[in-house]
T-cell receptor, first 111, second 115 residues
Framework: EAGVAQSPRYKIIEKRQSVAFWCNPI?????LYWYQQILGQGPKLLIQ????????DSQLPKDRFSAERLKGVDSTLKIQPAKLEDSAVYLC?????????FGQGTRLTVV | AQKITQTQPGMFVQEKEAVTLDCTYD???????LFWYKQPSSGEMIFLIY??????QNATEGRYSLNFQKARKSANLVISASQLGDSAMYFC????????????FGPGTRLSVLP
């Protein structure tokens, strides 16, 4: 069974630029999460989807971050414009039962 | 309020010894799950073990066991016979069934296994 796929693995952008991350969850997993993990901290939830509907986006900075999950499968997370403090690893995870399965993440560096 | 507390920023253990990583949690949901994940330096989050709030017995998965003390709201991870490959960050997480069902993570504990 294929795992959660994320791309790109690494991205370096200048502040005020825009960036997008892509996630393909495990087939059949209805729940998809985007987490932000700042260096030295635990992951923090940005947004949770159930199929193509948003369950929780209370911690998503909506003035600059957006996410969508078209057709309830793939998802994209966008940041526009990026700030220095957005430098982090962005983790996508999917879940069907109890545990969540994570992708390898996208390491974003904003300079 | 912090829902998951991991009080050990870093731990050292000698190879082949056992080690306990602490985790305490806070919830008012009677139905929840507790998880431990391992994050090596490569960055991926690897699921290790799961304990449901209604499970009577402590969960075990190979060399990993979860010491679940519900009244104390603790869910410590025990790794037996440590190996050099166990060196990584370890995160405790909780998922509340009735409050959103997202995973809330603690700050993590960095485990270093010494040869």
């Amino acid at each position: 069974e294929a795992g959660v796929a994320q791309s790109p693995r690494y991205k370096i952008i200048e502040k005020r630029q825009s960036v997008a991350f892509w996630c393909n969850p495990i087939s059949g997993h209805a729940t998809l999460y985007w987490y932000q993990q700042i260096l030295g901290q635990g992951p923090k939830l940005l947004i949770q989807f159930q199929n193509n509907g948003v369950v929780d986006d209370s911690q998503l900075p909506k003035d600059r971050f957006s996410a969508e999950r078209l057709k309830g499968v793939d998802s994209t997370l966008k940041i526009q414009p990026a700030k220095l403090e957005d430098s982090a690893v962005y983790l996508c995870a999917s879940s069907k039962g109890n545990e969540a399965f994570f992708g390898q993440g996208t390491r974003l560096t904003v300079v | 309020a912090q829902k998951i507390t991991q009080t050990q920023p870093g731990m050292f253990v000698q190879e082949k010894e056992a080690v306990t990583l602490d985790c305490t949690y806070d919830t008012s949901d009677p139905s929840y799950g507790l998880f431990w994940y391992k994050q090596p330096s490569s960055g991926e989050m690897i699921f290790l073990i799961y304990q449901g709030s209604y499970d009577q017995q402590n969960a075990t998965e190979g060399r990993y066991s979860l010491n679940f003390q519900k009244a104390r709201k603790s869910a410590n991870l025990v790794i037996s016979a440590s190996q050099l490959g166990d060196s990584a960050m370890y995160f405790c997480a909780m998922r509340e069934v009735n409050y959103g069902q997202n995973f809330v993570f603690g700050p993590g504990t960095r485990l270093s296994v010494l040869p």
